[in-house]
């Protein structure tokens, strides 16, 4: 007897779900190209580009949402959203929506718990809150001048922000959207990075060649740490205690230990670095290099550059860009 | 009468004053760049040795005049030492004002950023020049890194990311080709 269509939708789901879920599938980089208006999709086991998603102008942010599996990117000069429906494949992908998003919308980040979205307008100094499901506008907060980078802190119910015009990070009650005292730091701050375990937030300050080490129980800077030329973006590792920091200038990352504070080792990559995510085993790193117009893939261990993958004009990868298997 | 004219211009100094508050308020709320960076990557191959290329593309302070066109005349702060200041009078008038922030002779590879001036409708500005010998021959790679002139939405033309790629992409492309005859000559 032939099962029941019911059943049979069943099977097949658990099926697929299966497969996606195989281990050492292999994951993919969505990856904004500034210069080519689109979303290069790259598979990661040997670079292939298996997809472009055409975007909204000049797109730079972008974030990953696992359930619903959506990919959220920022186009400051279009100044909206674009929500890409990731399919069963990448070639199944398709942008869903746009969300007119202020004048200039740079960073964004998603909680996933809440299943909300924060994007910073960097031209009129406001976060925007989206449900990151309904995908509608729920509220936006005045914070400070050049909102760059945007960490959430889901266990404390903190949204921070990168204020890259006034060295400050501003912090804001995910609940009341209510704005706290702003945490001075480096100079020109504007990417974040938030350690859970050791309830720290680190910025890189561009203009400072530094990062600074947040104490977020004290809700002060700790510390201050000289890395590269044009710090830029950050991306913790929290299984090996390992910061990582693009140096735009020095065309290199600097690797920290979060235990020690000491920069460990500085490994050359592309030209230009910014975007940084890691493989969701967490043994490789990729970096984004935007005057290459390549994706450079290290050993998240040791850093040593492994293979270099072409990646489109002016990639950004400001963000989580990789998708979980 | 005196005392009037006195007092108009007292009122006319308020004026100007509250002004320039008013445009330093403006010029706060803008953004410090342009939307979106642009980049420019020239490259030139030169038949003749890398050190003779890098005495001239590496002398930071005195040397451009000798191979780039546009350039009339250069004077530092402090050589070829990294943080030094050079001022390049562009022929015609104009100026630039840049800063050394990396200077490597075993790699024959310079860095700098323009700290101010009004020859290149840029802004943020930062560029590389690297010499690469190649057997006898030479390369030299000029790239550049930076956002356009208007900082806000809808720039004027001259002021847009066309503007200011078209204007760097003049400086070096019209530099490479006359560092090449300029290093070619015997």
């Known amino acids: ?85 990731r399919g069963a494949t990448p ?17 964004v980040a998603v909680d996933a718990r809440a ?24 509220g936006s907060v005045a914070i400070g001048r050049g909102p760059g980078g945007i960490a959430v802190d889901a266990e404390a119910g903190r949204v921070y922000v990168a204020d890259r015009d006034d060295d400050a990070v501003a912090v804001v009650d995910t609940r009341t959207l209510a704005r706290g005292p702003d945490i001075a730091v480096g100079q020109h701050p504007f990417g974040l990075a938030l350690d859970a375990a050791l309830r720290r937030l680190y910025t890189a300050n561009v203009y400072g060649n530094s990062v600074s080490v947040v104490d ?52 050359a990559t592309g030209g230009y670095p910014e975007g940084l995510d890691l493989a969701p085993d967490g043994n490789r790193l990729y970096v984004v290099n935007w005057m290459d117009d390549t994706v450079s893939e290290h050993d998240a261990r040791s850093g040593k550059l492994l293979r270099r993958f072409a990646g489109g004009r002016n990639n950004r990868g400001m963000g989580s860009f990789v998708v979980p298997e | 009468m005196k005392s009037n004219s006195k007092a108009i211009a007292a009122a006319r100094r308020t004026l100007l004053a509250g002004l320039l508050t008013l445009a330093a308020c403006a010029v706060q709320g803008a953004l410090a ?72 002779p075993s790699t024959m590879t310079l860095k700098y950023v323009i700290r101010s001036g009004d020859a ?28 356009r002139g208007y900082p806000n939405n809808d720039p004027p033309p001259e002021q847009n990311d066309e503007a200011a790629l078209a204007a760097v992409t003049g400086v070096y492309k019209t530099g490479l080709e006359n560092l090449k005859a300029v290093a070619e000559k015997k």
């Open chain 1, 1 to 85: 007897m032939a099962p029941r269509p019911r059943c049979r939708a069943v099977a097949l789901a658990l099926v697929l779900l299966a497969l996606a879920r195989a281990p050492g599938a292999v994951p993919y980089a969505y990856i904004t190209d500034q210069g080519s208006d689109d979303v290069a999709v790259l598979d990661l086991a040997d670079g292939t580009r298996v997809a472009t998603l055409k975007v909204g102008h000049a797109p730079v942010g972008v974030a990953v949402l696992a359930q619903p599996a959506r990919v959220f990117v920022t186009s400051p000069e279009s100044h909206d959203v674009q929500v890409i429906a």
């Open chain 1, 91 to 107: 070639r199944s992908d398709r942008v869903e929506a746009r969300l007119p998003a202020g004048e200039l919308p740079v960073g």
């Open chain 1, 115 to 138: 299943a909300r979205l924060y994007v910073g307008d960097m031209s009129a100094g406001r976060l925007l809150v989206f449900d990151a499901i309904g995908l509608q506008a729920t």
């Open chain 1, 216 to 267: 977020l129980a004290l809700g002060r800077r700790i510390a201050d740490i000289a890395v590269g030329a044009a710090p830029y973006c950050l991306l913790l590792h929290p299984g090996l205690h390992r910061l990582y920091v693009s140096n735009q200038h020095d065309d290199s990352i600097s690797i920290i230990d979060t235990q020690t504070l000491q920069v460990v080792t500085t490994v």
């Open chain 2, 33 to 104: 760049h342009g939307p979106s960076r642009q980049k420019v990557i020239e490259g030139v191959d030169i038949d003749a040795p890398a050190d003779k290329v890098w005495a001239l593309v590496g002398d930071f302070a005195e040397g451009w005049p000798k191979w780039h066109p546009a350039i009339e005349a250069s004077s530092a702060d402090n050589g070829n030492a990294v943080g030094s200041l050079r001022r390049l009078t562009i022929k015609g008038g104009k100026f630039l004002v840049e800063r050394l922030d990396l200077y490597d």
């Open chain 2, 120 to 147: 290149l409708p840029v802004t943020n500005y930062s560029s590389m020049v690297t010499v690469r010998a190649d057997g006898n021959k030479t390369h030299v790679e000029w790239r550049g890194a930076f956002y």
